[in-house]
């Protein structure tokens, strides 16, 4: 089996496992994992490691994602999303756009975020979905995370409740449905998330990602070398130095940046990821036998 990714266009009402176990029947091994979770809700760019490629799928997580979502402004659920239960409501139509855009400038660049409750975060050695469910309360501690952009391209406001599309591009571990829940309690009214697209992972968007019907029909697999001069600065080594990253041995670093850098041997295939420290680059990941 070729080893690489697969770029899924995940459907509504599939979890990313559901996603998982659907590729390993079609690609006829266990080895897949995916980069990034997607809530069941929520469509759009999952990233699937097939063969070797699932020990690229950790590093892949970190990259930046881009989504376009629908936020409903005037109703609060105990998930954040359109999934869980309404668990308060106060009229919107009353907020203004001039305190609607105040709201997402401050939720824009670097902030600090509490996760859902309902997430896969783990307290303690359990999800946190797991004890929410239960009907603990989870004291999930703030994260830092990055929301680059957060765009506002449509708004709709029907009776009391006020419906904006937006476009988000953001750092890894950033919750959408947590921005739906943070804007609407800074506005007053309460807030969750109704729609989710994920359009972008780091370089792979939604014109390389395909249905798991197509893929049915015809399963492409980006190679694994491809996959990662996509992602990750390269290098090009000489066979005296291939030889080294097979057998996990350190090279000269090349200052090629702190984040993975492919190496490839000097016939084009991917021997390894390395991490740049000080004066020499560590394997994090040897790919050649």
Known sequence: MESGLVIVDKPAGWTSHDVVGRMRRLAKTRRVGHAGTLDPMATG??????GKATRLLGHLALTEKAYDGTIRLGESTNTDDAEGETTATSPADGVTDAELRAGIAALTGPIRQVPPQVSAIKVNGERAYRMARKG????????????????????????????????VVCSSGTYIRALARDLGASLGCGGHLTALRRTRVGPYDLSMARTLDRL?????????EDAVAAVFPRRDVSDDDARKVAHGGRLPAAGLGPGPVGVFAPDGSLLALVEERGEVAKPLAVFVP
């Open 216 to 224: 049915a029909e015809d399963l492409e697999i980006i190679p694994m």
């Open 136 to 167: 603990e309360e989870v004291d999930l501690a703030a994260r830092p995370v990055t929301v680059h952009g957060f765009t506002v391209t449509d708004v709709r406001r029907h009776g009391e409740l006020i419906d904006v599309d937006a476009t």
């Open 45 to 50: 760019v999952l990233v699937l490691g097939v």
